[in-house]
């Protein structure tokens, strides 16, 4: 049979029809609205615990419907999130001036410790995406607190920050930057790696093709992109107070990833899996994305100072995740 058909682990055939949201705020609502506005579930939860915040958006967002596509839109607490096959989180309380990323760490652990238990019951067979910052330590939580099998549980890891890389390196080269393939890995957050090594123009290695075009990616300019893209939240969160539509956007892709079963490669953050050394320890590297979640990675061959800074951003975040006291 030509082409052959696509292989996944399992043979389920299920899709993601009823999705919920948990977290109705700048993020939470930012998804729902690429959803209303792009191919989504036909059944949509909004849940927050803030109902009447879950409410608003709800009312807002079904007032689409008319001129998108049919969907119901349901908004509530935790109790009407129910056999999902995918549930979002995105509840968490946000920085304040002051305050430690280990503070925001404990409050966010915490808010996950009441709900993801609660949750994996409701919706046994699930997939889990989460958002939540620090989402690499998170996500590692939720797979604890959750009990699902690792396929089942990833973060959106760094699917935003390779989109922030690949759009600096089309307008810099000025190509498509759907031609443009750039891969962050390891953290969501100030430790991660660009991967210059395996990036590409089209089919032309990356660094060779901008010496080629006479733009020549030289050591200071890597610099300058690699910081970039690593304050790109902090400039935006400094103008607007949230970063929003592009995480939105990022979720959108990753779920419709799953529900049509694309076997897209994409940046999430899993569980390693014996990847590099490590086995609980969630972060992002380039991994496939089917109806049936996110499969085990494939170790990519990064060049020695690439594998030093993924292997002092996995201690980083593996540091913050046992300063949890989590076992
Ligand atoms: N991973 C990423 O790429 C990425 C990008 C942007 C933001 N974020 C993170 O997403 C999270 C949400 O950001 P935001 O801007 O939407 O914040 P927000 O304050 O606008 O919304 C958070 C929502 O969570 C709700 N919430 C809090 N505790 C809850 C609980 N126990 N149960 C149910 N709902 C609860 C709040 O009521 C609020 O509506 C933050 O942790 C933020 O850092 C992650």
Redesign the pocket.
């Known amino acids: 049979v030509y082409p052959p058909p696509i292989e996944t682990s399992k043979t389920s055939k299920r899709g993601v029809h009823r999705l919920a949201i ?9 998804f729902a609205f690429s959803q209303v506005t792009a191919a989504g579930a036909r059944e949509l939860i909004l ?4 109902v009447r ?2 409410e608003g958006q709800v009312m807002d967002l079904s007032h689409c419907v008319p001129l998108s596509r049919p969907m119901q839109i349901r908004a509530g ?2 109790d009407v999130v129910e056999n999902c096959d995918m549930i979002v989180i ?6 304040l001036p002051g305050e430690s990323r280990l503070d ?1 760490v404990k409050r ?1 652990a915490d ?1 996950l410790a ?2 993801v238990p609660v949750l994996a019951k409701a919706n046994p067979t699930s997939i889990l995406c ?6 690499d330590v ?1 996500t590692r939580l939720a797979v604890k607190l959750s009990g699902f099998p690792k396929e089942r549980v990833f ?7 390779s989109s922030r890389f690949r759009l600096l390196l089309s307008l810099y080269l000025g190509v498509d930057a759907r031609n443009v393939h750039g891969y962050v890995i390891g953290e ?1 957050g100030d430790s991660e790696v660009l991967v210059w090594s395996h990036s590409s123009v089209g089919p032309y290695r990356l660094l060779p093709y901008a010496e080629l075009v006479g733009k020549p990616l030289t050591a200071g300019m890597r610099e300058h992109f690699t910081r970039e893209v690593r304050t790109a ?1 902090y400039q935006i969160i400094e103008r607007k ?4 539509f ?2 939105g956007v ?1 979720t959108q892709r990753i779920y419709e990833a799953i529900h049509q079963n694309q076997s897209s490669m994409m940046t999430v953050c899993r569980a390693l899996d014996g990847v590099y050394g490590f086995d609980d320890l969630c972060l992002s590297i380039p991994c496939l994305l089917t109806r049936d979640g996110v499969a085990r990675p494939t170790p990519l061959e990064l060049d020695p100072d690439e594998h030093r800074a993924f292997m002092a951003s996995a201690e980083t975040i593996d540091n913050v995740y046992r300063q949890l006291g989590v076992v």
């Open positions: 948990i977290g109705a705020g700048a993020v939470g609502s930012a849940a927050d615990i803030d915040r879950a607490g935790l995105t509840a968490g309380a946000a920085q925001l966010n808010i009441s709900m989460i958002i939540t910052n620090p989402v998170m973060g959106t890891g760094t699917v935003l920050d969501h939240a107070g949230a970063t929003n592009a995480i990022s």
